[in-house]
């Protein structure tokens, strides 16, 4: 990868100048020369500066100048930039340029946080690069453009700069694994792949196999997995970034590798993308490969209870009553609401066997919520309200965006059982989201404790203005401010 501050001002082989639709001017350079040959483009091509616009051409020193429109000021937020400078460099990427020089003039710049423009910079900078083409033959993975970011010294910030190059590469190591197909990512091949994560970024895992995991009570997980050939696993990952600090965050990300349904088996159109139902678990991998590298100051617990749902003779069936490390037992009434057995036994583990303070849950969890929110915001759940500001203030570092959905008295009986201590579904198909939330909540010991459903927002087949196609990567950086912010 190759990003920096740019040494010199304007003087890449390729520029691009950002441009907006106000009455004048509409874009701002410091260099008078080039304002003339700008301006005059502007005029002879009737450039509005509109969110969209991308228009280029040559000056009289043969540089590329691209010009991207950025919609109205008053409009301009720090997701309009983001969007702005992919398209910047993908431009200069179709143009087959050399390097770019990426012009972030202070009057542009001014209207936002400064830490927040240079990191979300160096983030767009690898979302843009994002390739997976493991699986192509004979394709090649495409060179990153050199970019070159020019910002004046008052408004660098190395340290955001820094992290925003971490995230960018913690944000690939996320997709891959949601990307990677499920016969090659399996609960044995995940696990393997967090050991090795964690020997390169600082962070300390232990994985317990299906014995093991039996030998720990851990029920639930087994029921959901015991259809496949590919046995679950129990990872642990610990990174203890603020050693003076006894507060430790626990974070279960959902990690079921595969979702046939199981018996209540999925209709084909839905089961296609499935292998993306580790989005959860693949976050909570990034996040603490992310922390670890920037060396934060959180002592964080990651676990996945990952498995397989799938069918055979062995299968665990509608109407069965399992148990589950806490001890619970739990009617299963839809073998497809198999991501909140999993977290029970993760979520018990974390509270009962690491004593954590805090419980945070991640999952690709119900259909419901991409009806409730569509593939645009995640949705999220706390027990505590006051804990729901430092989501949204997470979440605003990074412009993705989450809601906050409702918990409480009335919801909780939705998961009342008459036969065992709870069950995996609420009434039909009403409040969904909620009900899951209230499931999983069962097994948190009134821990202050936040629930992320994050299927609409993990993985796009349609493609993303600003995400790759795909996974998308999209909560894993929510997940790692939140964790900053929880220690
Ligand atoms: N993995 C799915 C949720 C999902 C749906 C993720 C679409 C990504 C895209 C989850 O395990 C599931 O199947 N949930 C059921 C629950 C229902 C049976 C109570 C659902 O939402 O339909
Ligand atoms: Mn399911
Ligand atoms: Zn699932």
């Avoid at 990153?144 to 700069?161: G, R």
């Avoid at 991998?285 to 100051?297: D, N, P, T, V, Y």
């Amino acid at each position: 990868m190759s990003l920096s501050y740019s040494p010199s001002y304007a003087q890449a082989t390729c520029l691009v100048i950002f441009t907006y639709n106000e009455l004048e001017p509409k874009f701002h350079v410091q260099n008078n020369e080039l304002t003339t040959e700008i301006q005059d483009i502007i005029n002879k091509l009737g450039l509005i500066g509109n969110k969209g616009e991308c228009n280029y051409f040559y000056n009289k020193n043969q540089q590329l100048i691209i010009l991207v429109g950025l919609g109205h000021s008053l409009k301009l937020d720090t997701y309009r930039l983001r969007v702005g400078i992919k398209k910047a460099i993908q431009q200069a990427q179709a143009l087959n340029q050399k390097e770019v020089e990426l012009i972030l003039e202070d009057e542009l710049i001014n209207r936002f946080d400064i830490e927040s423009v240079n990191r979300l910079v160096a983030e767009t900078y690898h979302i843009s690069h994002y390739q997976f083409n493991n699986y192509k033959s004979g394709s090649e993975t495409k060179e990153p453009i050199k970019t070159l970011v020019s910002i004046s010294d008052n408004y660098k910030n190395h340290e955001a700069f820094y992290e925003g190059q971490v995230l960018g590469d913690a944000l690939k190591v996320s997709c891959d694994l949601i990307n990677i197909p499920a016969n090659d990512l399996y609960p044995e091949t995940l696990a393997e792949k967090a050991q090795i994560l964690g020997n390169e970024y600082g962070f300390e895992t232990t994985i317990f196999n299906e014995n093991q995991c039996a030998e720990m009570g851990m029920e639930a997980l087994l029921a959901v997995g015991r259809a496949s050939n590919n046995q679950p696993r129990f990872i642990v990952m610990k990174y203890y970034g603020k050693p003076e600090s006894d507060k430790v965050i626990g974070v279960a990300g959902k990690g079921v590798t595969y979702d046939t349904g199981g018996l209540s088996l999925k209709p084909t159109d839905f089961m296609e993308h499935m292998k993306s139902d580790m989005g959860g678990s693949a976050f909570t991998i990034g996040a603490i490969c992310a922390l670890a590298k920037m060396k934060a100051k959180v002592n964080v617990i990651g676990v996945v209870a990952a498995c397989e749902n799938n069918v055979s003779a062995n299968a665990y069936k509608p109407g069965d009553i399992i148990g589950s490390m806490s001890g619970k037992t739990i009617e299963v009434l839809n073998t497809d609401a198999e991501g909140r057995l999993t977290l029970a036994d993760a979520v018990h583990y974390l509270v009962d066997t690491e004593k954590v303070d805090t419980v945070v849950n991640i999952a690709t969890l119900t259909g419901a919520v991409r009806i409730a929110l569509g593939d645009h915001r995640g949705g999220f759940i706390t027990n505590q309200d006051e804990l729901a500001p430092l989501v949204y203030s997470a979440a605003s570092k990074t412009d993705e965006y989450m809601w906050q959905l409702p918990i409480d008295d009335v919801y909780r009986t939705h998961v009342d059982s008459e036969i065992a201590d709870v069950k995996n579904t609420g009434i039909g198909r009403l409040s969904g989201t909620i009900a899951a939330a209230c499931f999983v909540e069962r097994f948190v010991q009134e821990k202050p404790w936040i629930h992320f459903d994050v299927s609409g927002v993990a993985f796009t087949k349609s493609g993303h203005e600003y995400y790759p196609k795909g996974a998308t990567g999209r909560s894993m950086r929510t997940l790692y401010h939140l964790l900053k912010l929880l220690a």
